[in-house]
């Protein structure tokens, strides 16, 4: 089991005025835009105008070279077949030698633990998550590279031409450097799901519900941290994200049957404080809630 990440901060976004993300190429409806990849809101979306390879590209300039090492775009329309390939370059448009290419990998990849699921289940052969299973659920693009990848600018590629949309959509774009404690999260950790659905029961005793969508959290703790690394990282991250920042959180980059379960865009529910148990060593909570 590897260590938790924490990503922040976005470097797709202009979270500052020294430099000034910006995004072209492939085909995209104006009323939709790339743009809208920087939009924190997920209802906010990109589409491209048609789902051929041509139109549903895109590159990043992050207007300066950039440590990343995690890649997410946690709500999109991408079929079951689609594919996609992530590669960085210090050179403008020219992805030929690039720093870091990922090759073609599947979007829907292997969920399923094998003999998790009952004979007759639609994933039972293939393992992967069915359209009907991911109905309603946050499933993210999720990529994480082995180690930073530094570099300016960056080409995402789809190859997602059986799309039944007839184009491709994405809500917003995460790539960040990723916190890995040097110290994992505590025994104990909690990870869950939470809902503002409210319920009313009337006179003849039948319950009425207005369904909102359930949201996964997460409570942590990482315990006894140098502290040079509590006050870089984890103090410093208080600081950048406070209550609306986004970040992403992955508890497990090696577990990939269930990454998707098990990371997702998040914002800190509640702020918290660092306390010194010991000297040179600090501890720190997070509680995190899932952005839908």
């Known amino acids: 089991?590897?260590?938790?990440?924490?990503?922040?901060?976005?470097?797709?976004?202009?979270?500052?005025?020294i430099y000034t993300p910006s995004f072209s190429g492939g085909s995209w409806e104006a009323g939709l835009p790339l743009s809208n990849l920087q939009?924190?809101?997920?209802?906010?979306?990109?589409?491209?105008?048609?789902?051929?390879?041509?139109?549903?590209?895109?590159?990043?300039?992050?207007?300066?070279?950039?440590?990343?090492?995690v890649f997410v775009i946690p709500k999109h329309n991408l079929s079951t077949a689609a594919q996609y390939r992530i590669r960085g370059s210090n050179t403008a448009g020219v992805f030929t030698s690039p720093v870091y290419d990922t090759g073609w990998?599947?979007?829907?990849?292997?969920?399923?633990?094998?003999?998790?699921?009952?004979?007759g289940h639609p994933s039972w052969w293939t393992l992967q998550l069915s359209a009907e299973d991911a109905e309603g659920y946050n499933i993210g693009l999720i990529h994480v590279a082995p180690d930073d990848q530094i570099a300016q600018y960056w080409l995402f590629e789809f190859d997602?031409?059986?799309?039944?949309?007839?184009?491709?959509e994405l809500a917003r774009l995460h790539m960040s450097q990723g916190w890995q404690p040097s110290i994992n999260a505590s025994y104990g950790l909690?990870?869950?799901?939470?809902t503002d659905t409210t319920s009313e029961r009337s006179l003849g005793s039948v319950d009425y519900f207005d369904r909102r969508d359930p949201r996964r959290v997460v409570q942590m703790q990482f315990d006894n941290l140098p502290i040079d690394e509590v006050m870089v990282q984890a103090f410093e991250a208080y600081?950048?994200?406070?209550?609306?920042?986004?970040?992403?959180?992955?508890?497990?980059?090696?577990?990939t049957a269930n990454l998707h379960r098990r990371s997702f865009l998040a914002t800190i529910k509640k702020m918290s404080s660092i306390t010194y148990p010991y000297v040179g060593r600090g501890s720190v909570p997070f509680e995190l809630k899932e952005v839908l």
């Open 160 to 168: 997602d031409t059986t799309n039944p949309d007839g184009y491709v």
């Open 239 to 255: 600081r950048r994200l406070g209550l609306d920042v986004q970040l992403v959180f992955i508890l497990d980059p090696d577990d």
């Open 190 to 194: 909690q990870i869950g799901w939470e």
């Open 105 to 119: 990998l599947d979007v829907w990849g292997v969920v399923y633990p094998p003999f998790t699921l009952p004979w």
């Open 39 to 69: 939009v924190p809101q997920l209802a906010d979306v990109a589409r491209s105008t048609n789902d051929t390879n041509a139109s549903t590209k895109f590159e990043v300039n992050l207007d300066v070279q950039r440590a990343v090492r």
């Open 1 to 17: 089991m590897a260590n938790v990440i924490l990503g922040f901060p976005n470097y797709s976004d202009a979270y500052s005025t």
